[in-house]
C-alpha cells in the first residue's frame, strides 16, 4: 500500500524557513500505532493525516511522540495541500479535530486559519527550577491550561533580545514553555519550547499564537498583531482576534510531493 505524503513549510513564502509539517491524505484511518510509526519515521514537529467526512475532512496531528490536541501549522499545511493540489477550485476547508471545527480559507495570496482564543491563566510566581532551566528570570509567569497531557507556562521577558539568547536546559524544564517578549519590528515575538511532547524547540507554533494574540491584544490594546517567532528557522504570523476566536494567518511554501511504501 502506498500513502501520499507531501511536505509544507508553514508560515513562510519560502522553502527552508518556517515550520516543515508533513501531511498525508488517507481514504481511511489507519491503525493509531502505524499512524504514530509515520510521525515518527518522518521525525517533524507534525505530521497531519486527513480523511473525508462529509462536505469537510477530520484532521489528526502526531509529533513523532505523541497524539496531540492542537497544531497550527500542519492545519495550515494541510490547508494549503488541500488548495493548492487536491481542490484547485476550493477557497476554504473544514476540519473536524479534537479542538471542535477548524477552518481555513485563502486570504490574499496566503491562508487563514479561524482558531479559538485560549488567553493565559493568572500570574504566578515562576519556579525557582524553572528559572534555573530558563537561564533568566521572567518578568511575568502564568499558566496555560494543559494540553497533550503536559503542562505549560507562559513567560513574559522584556525585550526580544532575551528572548533571541534564550537557551534552556531542556531536561530540566517540568514544562512546556511559550517564551515572549514585545517586538523590535513587529508587535511581539515569541519561541516554544516542548519538552514534554517530544519536541525541544518547534519552530513556528501556531496554537502558541492562539495564546500569545489574546495576551499581546489586551497588553497593546489593540486587535490586529503582526508576530514572529525568532527560532533559527523563523515565521510570520499574522494575528487578529474575534470574539472567542482568533484568526492566524500565514504563507506556505511547497518543499517535497512522494508516496510511502507501507509494507504489506
Known amino acids: 500500500m502506498q500513502i501520499p505524503i507531501y511536505q509544507i513549510d508553514a508560515f513562510t513564502k519560502a ?22 510509526a ?4 518522518n521525525n517533524l514537529s507534525e505530521t497531519a493525516f486527513f480523511v473525508s467526512k462529509g462536505s469537510g475532512f477530520r484532521l489528526r496531528w502526531f509529533t513523532p511522540a505523541i497524539e496531540v490536541d492542537l497544531c497550527g501549522h500542519a492545519t495550515l499545511a494541510t490547508g494549503h495541500v488541500i488548495l493548492n493540489h487536491l481542490m484547485l477550485m476550493g477557497r476554504e476547508v473544514q476540519f473536524e ?13 496566503g491562508l487563514a486559519m479561524d482558531f479559538p482564543s485560549l488567553p ?35 513567560l513574559v521577558y522584556e525585550s526580544e533580545a532575551q528572548i533571541a539568547s534564550l537557551a534552556p536546559k531542556f531536561d530540566a524544564l517540568g514544562a512546556n514553555v511559550i517564551a515572549t517578549a514585545p517586538g523590535d ?25 492562539c495564546t ?52 504489506g
Open 15 to 36: 522553502p527552508f524557513g518556517g515550520n516543515p509539517a508533513a501531511v498525508c491524505p488517507l481514504d481511511e484511518w489507519l491503525a493509531d500505532d502505524v499512524l504514530q
Open 38 to 41: 509515520i510521525a515518527l519515521e
Open 97 to 109: 479535530t479534537r479542538s471542535g471545527t477548524l477552518q481555513v480559507r485563502r486570504d490574499g495570496d
Open 120 to 154: 493565559p491563566g493568572e500570574e504566578i510566581e515562576p519556579p525557582a527550577d524553572l528559572i534555573t532551566a530558563m537561564g533568566q528570570a521572567p518578568k511575568a509567569c502564568m499558566k496555560i491550561r494543559e494540553m497533550h497531557g503536559a503542562p505549560y507556562l507562559f
Open 185 to 209: 519590528k513587529v508587535d511581539f515575538v515569541s519561541r516554544f519550547f516542548a519538552p514534554m511532547s517530544g519536541i525541544d524547540e518547534d519552530p513556528v507554533t501556531g496554537s502558541a499564537h
Open 212 to 263: 500569545l494574540a489574546p495576551y499581546w491584544a489586551n497588553q497593546l490594546d489593540k486587535d490586529t498583531l503582526v508576530a514572529r517567532q525568532i527560532s533559527a528557522r523563523g515565521g510570520d504570523v499574522g494575528c487578529r482576534l474575534d470574539g472567542d476566536r482568533v484568526i492566524l494567518s500565514g504563507h506556505c511554501a511547497f518543499y517535497m510531493e512522494g508516496q510511502i511504501e507501507m509494507p
